[in-house]
């Protein structure tokens, strides 16, 4: 089945910087999300997005499909950014869902 | 409106016992997920429903587990004879039919909390 891969699994960051997170999969998908997971464990959608880019505040997302990957950037990073973030893709020819291992990411003030 | 509901929130069984977990999907979604996440991990997917019918229940654990869906709407997952490896956090999500045929964006309820001691 399709495999999904996010980079890197753990960042920390200074409240006020920029990061960037990719999501890589192993085969065409019909369509990926973006999630927050946040410290109570509630999944949040942020975006989705099979292909081109969108943006939304402060998170913008790019998704190259015919390269396999997407990205997700946050800008100007507050501490209730923290949380782990994930990437999951709906393959052609899956029944099911695929999600990444997560980005666990932690803004200090 | 109102999101995705997921009943209980949390849930102490012990071993051997039957669990049912119930979801309650977005109003007009046709399409309702079944995951689970166990402590510091990403997350499984167990089964799908489209309406009232799951296509394909391969992601079942094992055939202690199953599923229903009544009406196009609430789901239950029963776990039966539950062993601790089951202890996890059960997620369930709802999504519109998506374009093309797929999957829609999915929402996501809060989760219910399972430890089997």
């Known amino acids: 089945g399709i495999q999904v891969e996010q980079s890197p699994p753990d960042l920390i960051l200074q409240e006020g910087a920029n990061s960037t997170l990719r999501c890589n999969f192993s085969d065409s998908v019909n369509n990926l999300q973006w999630f927050h997971q946040n410290p109570w464990g509630q999944l949040i959608n942020l975006f989705y997005?099979?292909?081109g880019t969108k943006q939304n505040g402060r998170l913008s997302a790019t998704t190259v499909a015919t390269e396999r990957y997407s990205l997700l950037y946050i800008s100007s990073s507050q501490t209730t950014d923290s949380g782990v973030y994930f990437c999951?893709?709906?393959?052609?020819?899956?029944?099911?869902?695929?999600f990444g291992a997560g980005t666990r990411l932690t803004v200090k003030p | 409106g109102a999101g995705v509901s997921q009943s209980p929130s949390n849930k102490v069984t012990e071993k051997g016992k039957d669990v049912e977990l119930r979801c309650d999907p977005i109003?007009?979604?046709?399409?309702l997920y079944w995951y689970r996440q166990s402590l510091g991990q990403g997350l499984e997917f167990l089964i799908y429903?489209?309406?009232?019918?799951?296509?394909?229940k391969s992601g079942l654990p094992s055939d202690r587990f199953s599923a229903e869906r009544t009406g196009g709407s609430v789901s239950t997952l029963t776990i039966q004879r539950t062993q601790q490896e089951d202890s996890a956090v059960y997620l369930c999500a709802s999504s519109s039919p998506g374009d093309s045929g797929s999957w829609g964006e999915q929402y996501f309820g809060p989760g219910t909390r399972l430890t089997v001691t």
């Open positions: 997005i099979p292909s």
């Open positions: 109003s007009g979604h046709t399409a």
């Open positions: 429903f489209q309406g009232n019918s799951a296509p394909d």
């Open positions: 999951a893709v709906d393959g052609y020819n899956n029944n099911d869902m695929r």
